[in-house]
């Protein structure tokens, strides 16, 4: 990581009247390689890439993008020629077709991809002539993606890049993303959908009630390499978890838990013990800890805006 | 909205380019959605032929007994101007806004006054046309007498599509949301068109020219029918008229910068 970041945030705040959205964000993103967040809703996720393509201002931090300061309005129309962006539910000229509104986005940018290419890639080809307001769901999210890379550009940021696609759509969303990613495009995206994130991300951040509660590569995310599987039981009164033959712990509800990589051996041991002290390990339970568990536990009472009220 | 910064980062022959180019997709988008193209060109088209039917040989006594038809086709060019600038443009501009079209260019490199000036520029490419049309349908239909003075029409047209553009934009400002738009921004248009005098030359000194004296509606239309030239001894420049309606585009303007939302309120 010799090249400058692409993304540095620094102390990020942004505050909607007394709710504070973003507390205190700071993350970098390196030149080349994808990085997602995930939180649940109204953790401060959007609010935060907002920040990132100068729609939004913060109140307090050091955001740079691509060298710029995206508040910088002197600046961010050479800030977003080299920005792609695909968000939520943002509308088409419904009345255009599409090819049609790719090229009219592709003269906003210096250098952009030719149209037919993009078509191809999003597999949208068939569709060239198609007026936009015939397009299904999954097809206008593909107009989406389509929109976000016409410009050829060195960051895209994807807010949930695939939620409502069918599973074949969502794998050549995938693919593609992957491919601009080893093309050297920085990615930023979030999303709800773990097996996304770990498919995807060489770094995830999670976003919870406006601050990262953990970031780091998917595999080790919350300590998911220094015990990625879990072994839970209850041990008899009269027996602690001192007397055990391996690393242990208590668990909250008064259960031991062990986490380890070695399930095996760890197994053979515990049991073994267990078989000559004569000791029940009750309610015996292995589990692998997924992303989701991790991230379940990090994001822990956030319930999002349900519980909140939606802002 | 539009930043001195973007403007003193004008890229000269390119971004001229890049202007030309929203006109037209501009165009496209207004002239492919049948809502736009059928009320905006059409209605005028259509009511011009109507009144001019019934009106038949009738003639306006407070105009030194011009045909009516005569009176009609300038106040139908000003309703054009109208109707595409303040009408159309406002209900079109708050659906963008809403479901995030206007949040998509926000983002893209598109400077916002090169947006605004491709609305612009498609309003007046859509005026021209609609002048064109009713100006034809006058001539060839009723034998109306052409504006004798083109240049004076040209301006008028020109300071209304500018300043109903800058009432339209404010105006999409005011309103919160989609479903209310079309039906608020019409009644507004329409109650503001009937005290105008477009359906009938107003009675001289009543009430009703001193309310419609304070809107701009009424001086567009005068605006246009000066050119004209009917009345003998009156100037075909309406200056009077057309400092009124650049008063009011002043304040569409003001109210158009600081209102100015790029996405629903949250």
Redesign the interface.
Known sequence: MSEAPAVVVEGLVKSYGDLRAVDGVSFEVAPGTIFAFLGPNGAGKTTTIEIL?G?RQRDQGRVVVLGFDPAD??T???L??R?G?V?Q????????SVR?VLM??A???PHPRPVEEVLELVGMSDKARA?VKTLSGGQQRRLDLA?GII?DPELLILDEPTTGFDPAARRGAWELIQALGERGTTVILTTHYMDEAEALASRVAVISGGRIVAEGPPESLGGRDRGSCQIRFRLPVGTAVTDLPVEASEAAGGGIEIRTLEEVPVLARLTNWALEHQVPLLGLTVERLTLEDVYLRLVGDDHGDAARGA? | MTSTGQLRRFRGFDDLRLVGSQVFYEQLSFWLNPFGAVFTVGFAVVFLVLLGATAGNSRVAQFGNIREIQYYVPGFLAYGVMATCFNTLSVSLVARRENGLLKRLRLSPLPSWMMLAGVTGSAFVICTVQVALLLLIGRLGYGVVLPHNFPALLVALLVGVVCFTALGVATSTLVPNQDAAAPIIAIVFFVLLFLSGLWYPLPPHSALVKISGFFPFHHMITACFAPFDTQPGASAWAWHDLLIIAIWGVVGVVVAVRRWRWAPRR
């Open positions: 393509e729609f309005e002197a961010s129309r050479r977003r020629e920005l962006v968000l539910e943002l509308a088409v000229e419904p009345y255009l049609r009219r986005h003269g906003f940018f007026r929109l410009g802002r």
